[in-house]
């Protein structure tokens, strides 16, 4: 059973959600997002907030009921503030710049990188930090790992693409006799 779901979620004020036809609207100040539901799931929205509800008894329906509660609460959490994800590059030469929709990476391969940057993402970059800005709590997470998948973080030297929250466990390496 699930204790996220069980509550119901309070829209913000400036904040409206519409649920036709299996898809869940969020309307807000920084912009509109939309996810299809399943139908297992029953969505009430009276007054300011808005109530999940099993469809059906099944186990599938049990295990979409929080699923869909925490898209929910994303949705509504984008679209009043955006998320973000910053990545922080480590290594002599290393370094990023946003040149229109791409995302130039010189990260110790031969040729530089270029990452195509999504229609509502926008990414900045500041000496060795790039900053992912986005209301899709989803899509920025998946182009911060596109991002941090092109030169992960090694352990010995700690060069690389990662997280500014990450920690790297060190290796010790080669013992000088």
């Known amino acids: 059973m699930s204790r996220i779901a069980k509550k119901p979620i309070i829209l913000p004020p400036k904040t409206e959600a519409v649920f036709s036809s299996g898809i869940m609207t969020v309307k807000g100040p920084l912009g509109e997002l939309s996810k299809k539901f399943r139908d297992d799931i029953n969505v009430l929205i009276e007054g300011g907030s808005v109530t999940l509800t099993q469809g059906r008894k099944t186990l599938q329906a049990k295990a979409l009921w929080g699923t869909y ?16 994800k910053r990545l922080i590059i480590e290594g002599i030469g290393f370094k990023a ?9 010189v990260v110790g391969f031969s040729h530089p990188v270029h990452v195509p940057i999504p229609e509502d993402i926008k990414v900045s970059t500041e000496k060795n930090t790039i900053i992912v800005l986005g209301i899709d709590c989803e899509k920025v997470g998946q182009f911060a790992a596109q991002v941090r998948a092109i ?4 352990p010995y030297l700690g060069k690389g ?14 013992k000088a006799a």
Do not use: C, F, T, W
């Not at 509660?69 to 973000?84: C, F, Q, R, T």
């Not at 710049?97 to 990476?105: A, H, I, N, Y």
């Open 97 to 105: 710049d946003v040149k229109g929709k791409e995302l130039v990476l």
């Open 151 to 154: 030169k992960k973080p090694e």
């Open 69 to 84: 509660a925490s898209h929910l609460k994303n949705m509504i959490a984008g679209v009043n503030k955006p998320y973000e």
């Open 161 to 174: 693409i990662r997280y500014s929250d990450e920690v790297i466990r060190r290796k010790q390496g080669k």
